[in-house]
């Protein structure tokens, strides 16, 4: 998993943390930290703890689908804005 390494960034400023204090709380290394904040690919262990820690609809938006070549799976439709097959 990528994530939007800006955006990560500004969520841990915003909450006063730092990578450490980060990765403390979410239970991986600081190196693991250090690969989501400059783009990199982390594995499914790490990605599976910071979706649980930031919750699916914020992990939504930090995570790089487009870098990944992948389509978000809370996007619906063509548009990507909701609705198509869930449409009633």
Known sequence: MKI???LLS???EKHGLT???FARDVEIDVSEVDKM???EAVGERTAR???YY???IEA???IDW???NKKSPFACGADGKGGGDYDD
């Open 4 to 6: 939007k390494g800006k």
């Open 10 to 12: 500004r969520l841990l």
């Open 19 to 21: 990578a450490a204090d």
């Open 37 to 39: 904040l400059s783009g």
């Open 49 to 51: 703890k910071f979706i």
């Open 54 to 56: 930031v919750g699916p």
């Open 60 to 62: 939504d938006r930090l």
């Open 66 to 68: 487009a870098g990944m």
